[in-house]
């Protein structure tokens, strides 16, 4: 999950933030287009660590769609999109 409502699908300039917290990191932010997001069990969400390193501290994350905090609020029916 790279795109987001503010920026697109632009990786540099990924906006949802993961900060540390003890043995996990909590993540913070928005997605506005998953593939295949509706049918998968986990997510690979694209964040960063600190936004004043830019690209080098965007780091990809496997998330339980499961997870507490975590929400889909709608399906997208996108042209041509059956297989990912």
Known sequence: A???P???SDS??????AKLDGDEYVINGEKIYVTAGS????LVVWATLDKSKGRA???SFIVPREHPG???ERLEHK???KAS
């Open 2 to 4: 790279i795109t987001e």
């Open 57 to 59: 501290a965007i780091k």
């Open 79 to 81: 042209l041509g999109i």
């Open 6 to 8: 503010d920026f697109g």
């Open 39 to 42: 049918r998968a069990t986990h």
């Open 70 to 72: 975590v929400t889909v």
């Open 12 to 17: 540099a300039a990924v906006s949802t933030t």
